[in-house]
């Protein structure tokens, strides 16, 4: 078949500081603004190649290789992902699609990919259709689209495509803040931030019982999601204030109450479900006597899932290594971590 176009980009997963969680009725609408730094070495690489069309038809025609194998369960995902937003892009009625994606990251490390992979993608997709409308469209405006188009395919996803840091959801005080777009917030960074390291401490890789999709809906029901909405809208006008200022004692205290708030939501939800393991509780406990006992700045969040994402300034490094590798190892899961840090944003690749 016929090659047409071929695009091929990196995009970073991210570390919300304020959580998202919890949706408004609509197309991916989160219930409170958050915030995350972007990293850098867990990324997804995704190349789309576009190809003449085998038959005249308006379906999609899509073969999407997962690490070099054909997947047919990311295909359905890619395929419903498209539905939503055919519309915006010709190109996917207009010729066959070949996807091959791959993560920098092991599939098994229970790191959520949807951030990384789902910006990639969108990333293409934008790229490719201007291409082919032969537009260049100005630089601030291809990256809220390829944010807004991130969105629609995973909500943390719309906030990886920004530099260092990215604040996603229409907040008060916040100009220019969209539930439709993330926006970049790099400006608002003091420089002790841009050298935070994030060792991620695999406590479990095992696949999660409960879905963020559904975890997300739980919180419709949830007793305590009005106060949780009010909260997160504080911790946000709080960490942007620490992370301007470079306080690090605030930004720890906001960044530790949001990763315990997301699991205390999970455990209270209605059905109830667990995400922690045991080992990530003990790390919890080691890493806050390490912290009372030194007062070196060294503080956790939790994604959806029972990893420890442990972050500190980069001046440090040296002695968190020893922590680390003297105390949190023992409890990772065969040891299993991951170096990454802060990082600036996607790039194309080819
Ligand atoms: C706990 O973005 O994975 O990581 O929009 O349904 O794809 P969908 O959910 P997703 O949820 C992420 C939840 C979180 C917090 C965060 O990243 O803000």
Known sequence: MKEIKKVSWRSPSNIALVKYWGKKSGMQIPANPSISFTLEHCYSETTVTLLEKERKS?????RFYFDGKENMAFRLRM?????????????LQQYG?????????????G???????????????????????????????????????????SGS????????LSEWGKARGIKGSSDDHAIPFEKNLHKVFKTFQN???????????VSSRVGHSLM???PYAKTRYEQANKNLAGVISALKKGDLEKFGTIVEEEAMTLHALMMCSSPSFILLAPSTLSMIEKIRRFREE???????????????HLLYPNTIKRKVDNFIYGQLEQHCEQGKMIHDNVGSGPFRVK
């Open 97 to 109: 699609l070949l996807i091959d994606s791959t993560n920098s990251f092991p599939h098994s490390s």
């Open 199 to 209: 060792t991620i401490l695999i406590a479990s890789s095992a696949e999660k019982k």
């Open 220 to 222: 419709k029901t949830n």
């Open 111 to 153: 790191i959520a990919s949807s951030a990384s992979a789902m910006s990639a993608l969108a990333i293409c997709l934008c790229d490719l259709q201007d291409q082919l409308d032969k537009k260049k469209t100005a630089k601030d405006k291809f990256w809220q689209q390829a944010s807004h188009y991130s969105r629609l395919g």
């Open 294 to 308: 030194t007062k070196l700045p060294v503080f956790f969040t939790l994604d959806a899932g029972p990893n420890i």
């Open 58 to 62: 308006k379906d999609v025609e899509l």
């Open 79 to 91: 395929l419903k992902f498209f539905d939503t937003v055919a519309k915006d892009f010709p190109l």
């Open 157 to 164: 996803a719309a906030r990886s495509v920004y530099p260092y």
